[in-house]
Antibody
Framework: EVQLVESGGGLVQPGGSLRLSCAASGFTFSSSWMSWVRQAPGKGLEWVANINQDGGGKFYVDSVKGRFTISRDNAKNSLYLQMSSLRVEDTAVYYC??????????WGQGSLVTVSS | QSALTQPASVSGSPGQSITISCTGTSSDVGSYTLVSWYQQHPGKVPKLMIYEDRKRPSGVSDRFSGSKSGETASLTISGLQAEDEADYYCCSYAGSSTLVFGGGTKLTVL
């Protein structure tokens, strides 16, 4: 069974940093593009970042460029999102998702990030 | 990276058919066969319903279908059921390995 489990969310002050992790199982992680998608409270879905199979290609929505970094460790079947210079508007549930061909076929349960003073 | 345009809400009675539109531009919806649709029930994780404009994943009811004309994609749900009441989101490839979602549509089954 394909499974994605996020961790690392929590409360952080504006300007602070946080790293999200996503543990993958049940599929060949090293062969899959992966993504982060977020959803602010009561709002819609927003694509945040993509990473290709070997981690050499990383792509971001404009609003997080220069502040967020997506990465992966294929030996550990893990995906990461390093978030810095966090803003109140980054408050959201962050989902890890498998993205085989620019669609999301499997999602984690989500990790809540709250940016507040 | 402007969001795709979806109606805020649609409604229908059980057994009826409804269609949700998703309008983009020539840089996203109009250029690629890569529109996907997601269903999200309150407090739940999104679920893939349609990918590559019109393909249905295994296990998704054939009451759900996708189509596209120019810069507008559509999700049609036929034989509406109470369990279909949810939020629906479209998403399109937008070039350079980026994606863009629609604002979401709340479906109410009357």
């Amino acid at each position: 069974e394909v499974q994605l489990v996020e961790s690392g969310g929590g409360l952080v002050q504006p300007g602070g940093s946080l790293r999200l992790s996503c543990a993958a199982s049940g599929f060949t992680f090293s062969s899959s593009w992966m993504s982060w998608v977020r959803q602010a409270p009561g709002k819609g879905l927003e694509w945040v970042a993509n990473i290709n199979q070997d981690g050499g290609g990383k792509f971001y929505v404009d609003s997080v460029k220069g502040r967020f970094t997506i990465s992966r460790d294929n030996a550990k079947n893990s995906l990461y999102l390093q978030m810095s210079s966090l803003r109140v508007e980054d408050t959201a549930v962050y989902y890890c998702a498998r993205a085989p061909l620019f669609y999301f076929d499997c999602w984690g349960q989500g990790s809540l990030v709250t940016v507040s003073s | 990276q402007s969001a795709l345009t979806q109606p805020a809400s649609v409604s229908g009675s059980p057994g009826q058919s409804i269609t949700i539109s998703c309008t983009g531009t020539s840089s996203d919806v109009g250029s690629y066969t890569l529109v996907s649709w997601y269903q999200q029930h309150p407090g739940k994780v999104p679920k893939l319903m349609i990918y590559e404009d019109r393909k249905r994943p295994s296990g998704v009811s054939d009451r759900f279908s996708g189509s596209k004309s120019g810069e507008t994609a559509s999700l049609t749900i036929s034989g509406l059921q109470a369990e279909d009441e949810a939020d629906y989101y479209c998403c399109s490839y937008a070039g350079s390995s980026t994606l863009v979602f629609g604002g979401g549509t709340k479906l109410t089954v009357l």
